[in-house]
């Protein structure tokens, strides 16, 4: 019974699943950091507005603080601009320079230069017109 927990512990997706985890966790530390202390101050200098906070709106004594939604709206998509121009954009750059092109094939076929047919590259005759055919390139 152990001997199976212990094999699906070291399994090597449970393993990366594990590790890719604890890095989320830091890495969305580091996200939270740069969009509170960083881009939030910014565009609370443009907006003249730090906080929305405060911001509510009352109906028959229920009260309604819009201002936190809306705090919550721009941090989440200060957090996702941040990930996806600091860490997508740069990955996928990153992949892309990586990848070699793929080398073309070597053709297999060739046009006969009397009816333009596609014939294949060893052939002397072409198949449609019957015509001689010189060469591997015609």
């Not at 950091?33 to 565009?43: C, Q, R, S």
């Not at 070597?106 to 002397?124: V, Y």
Request: hydrophobic share 50%; aromatic share 8%.
């Amino acid at each position: 019974m152990l001997s199976g927990f212990k094999q699906f512990i070291l399994r090597g997706n449970v393993v990366d699943l594990a590790v890719g985890v604890v890095i989320g966790a830091a890495f969305g530390s580091v996200v939270t950091a740069l969009t509170k202390d960083l881009l939030t101050p910014l565009i609370a200098a443009l907006v003249k507005a730090p906080d929305f906070s405060a911001l509510t709106w009352t109906v028959r004594g229920s009260t309604f603080h819009y201002g936190d939604f809306i705090n919550t709206v721009i941090s989440f998509l200060l957090v996702a601009g941040a990930v996806y121009f600091f860490v997508v954009t740069p990955i996928n750059a990153l992949i892309a320079r990586t990848r070699k092109a793929a080398v073309p094939a070597d053709p297999t076929t060739k046009k006969c230069p009397e009816c333009l047919s596609e014939i294949p590259i060893d052939a002397r005759r072409c198949s449609h017109c019957t015509e001689p055919v010189m060469g591997k390139a015609a």
